[in-house]
């Protein structure tokens, strides 16, 4: 079994910042490539940042600037720093992971339950 559980969403004013933590937990061998999604009412979900094992990172083009992404391979952690947040990010946040499990082949992406980053102007 394995989990993903993210923190930190909520209510902030326009131009605010925001810190979101998504920790892996369970029978986890390795962990690939980690990112975050988001998902606005009546829209697709949609990618905002992703980070490989070796620390390398893409972003959105409408988040360049103002987010960062990193990870803690030691606590199985991916944090999203969101600077100068604006109302069109609001929508939920996904964690999403690519692991390895103990005992098993290959690897399988994982999904968190999502976390409400709502972004008031």
């Known amino acids: 079994q394995v989990q993903l559980v993210e923190s930190g969403g909520g209510l902030v004013q326009a131009g605010g910042s925001l810190k979101l933590s998504c920790a892996a937990s369970?029978?986890?061998?390795?962990?690939?490539?980690m990112g975050w999604y988001r998902q606005a009412p009546g829209k697709q979900r949609e990618l905002v940042a992703r980070?490989?094992?070796?620390?390398?990172?893409n972003y959105a083009d409408s988040v360049k600037g103002r987010f960062t992404i990193s990870r803690d391979n030691a606590k199985n952690t991916v944090y999203l720093q969101m600077n100068s947040l604006k109302p069109e990010d609001t929508a939920v946040y996904y964690c999403?992971?690519?692991?390895?499990?103990?005992?098993?082949?290959?690897?399988?992406?994982?999904w968190g339950q999502g976390t409400q980053v709502t972004v008031s102007s």
């Open positions: 999403n992971a690519e692991i390895k499990r103990k005992g098993q082949l290959g690897w399988y992406d994982y």
């Open positions: 369970g029978s986890i061998f390795s962990i690939n490539d």
């Open positions: 980070i490989t094992s070796g620390e390398n990172t």
